[in-house]
């Protein structure tokens, strides 16, 4: 028997974040090709970096209520059923992604990137391997370039919260405690080894390769963020135990209200919280997560179409994104449109680069990743519908 859980909302969510990630590599992109940009505009660069944390936020929010389901109706969280239903999800778009952008469009003159096409061929056999070994993010923690598949670091952060959040949730009794004190710990550690790495040659004498390897373990850190992914653990718990006198609080419509005002404000101006940024606003977006997840009063009403339909296929987007956002441009270039002091370029560019996105993302959806995700079903004891 199968039970089934319905999130009203999260799969809108999920284009939300995506397109925020869009909007800062197209900014970005312009940069790398030396025209105007608002890449270093403070909400533009916050929102985007931060739509990411807000995906862990989610990600944690959701797989931590679907496995506390699982254990209170069946008893036993099945690690060889959690395991089948992630691999079927994550992997046969993030290898094929990966595999033409280390392998195909790199030799493609027409999708040139400047600065990061060149550098490409250094370290790649390094690269490809931490590639093929779902290691991304220790890709970007080294600063290696890699155009076209730089985005799928938080996938290898992903996979990396999947391969231990299951056996601590199937371990552990008091999963409250258990979340708290990852984040304390993640948090803790980061924090130390940040400063060790910036001040350990000073103080401590510490030699280049050890300050070297600080270095990269300092960025791992920065963008493992499992500490985000404990924060939407909470929210889940929360809402699995439904402690009301919490959910009756976070539901108010003041409260939300100041919680969606209050998270702009800090996001337009670019503000940033030092030792805890990224928790932080993890706290606001498991707010907002669980009032469009379980509260019928929300204010943020996401579970429409298109943002439904958008948000299944937001790994796509997340996926494609860079690769049709570099086509779009060298396109304007080409056709020699691409003036972007000028406001109807830029028009054109998102919109063409959003289009491609999602006509891509749609294509890849339909014609590939629904044969896998439909045989996830075999392995499915909780189903949930977003």
């Known amino acids: 028997m199968k039970k089934k859980i319905y999130f009203p909302g999260l799969d809108g969510l999920r284009f939300i974040t995506a397109f925020f990630v869009i909007i800062l590599h197209i900014e970005q992109i312009k940069y790398l090709f030396s025209y105007p940009n608002r890449w270093n505009n403070p909400f533009i660069f916050n929102a985007g970096d931060l739509a990411v944390t807000m995906f862990f936020v989610l990600s944690g929010f959701i797989i931590t209520f679907l496995l506390l389901n699982e254990k209170r109706f069946f008893g036993r969280i099945s690690m060889k059923n959690f395991y089948m239903r992630r691999i079927l999800r994550i992997w046969p778009l993030y290898f094929f992604v990966v595999s033409i952008g280390l392998f195909i469009l790199p030799k493609i003159s027409f999708l040139y990137m400047p600065g990061l096409s060149e550098s490409m061929s250094g370290n790649f056999i390094y690269k490809s391997i931490l590639f093929m070994l779902m290691l991304p993010n220790a890709v970007l923690a080294l600063g290696w370039a890699t155009p076209f598949i730089s985005q799928a670091w938080s996938i290898g952060v992903e996979e990396q919260f999947y391969l231990v959040w299951p056996w601590i949730l199937r371990s552990v009794k008091r999963y409250l405690w258990a979340m708290v004190g990852i984040i304390i710990v993640m948090v803790g550690l980061s924090n130390f080894i940040s400063f060790l790495s910036w001040h350990g040659g000073t103080v401590f004498g510490f030699s280049k390769v050890s300050l070297d390897v600080l270095a990269f373990l300092r960025n791992y850190l920065w963008i493992f963020r499992i500490s985000c992914m404990a924060i939407g653990g909470i929210g889940a718990y929360i809402l699995f135990c439904r402690k009301d006198k919490i959910l009756n609080v976070i539901f108010r419509r003041d409260v ?14 670019g503000v940033y919280i030092s030792y805890v940024h990224h928790e932080f606003y993890s706290l606001f977006f498991c707010i907002i997560i669980l009032n469009v997840a379980a509260n019928e009063k929300s204010i943020l009403k996401l579970s429409k179409e ?17 690769i049709a956002i570099i086509l779009s441009i060298n396109m304007m270039r080409y056709m020699n449109i691409a003036d972007f002091t000028k406001v109807m370029p830029n028009i054109e560019l998102y ?13 890849s959806y339909f014609l590939f990743e629904k044969r896998f995700l439909d045989m996830k079903r075999r392995f499915t004891k909780i189903t949930k519908e977003d």
């Open 306 to 322: 298109p943002l439904i339909f958008l948000g299944k296929i937001s790994y796509g987007i997340y996926m494609y994104h860079l």
């Open 351 to 363: 919109v063409m680069s959003i289009l491609l996105t999602v006509g891509i993302s749609s294509l």
């Open 256 to 269: 939300q209200l100041l919680t969606l005002i209050l998270l702009f404000i800090l996001v337009y101006n």
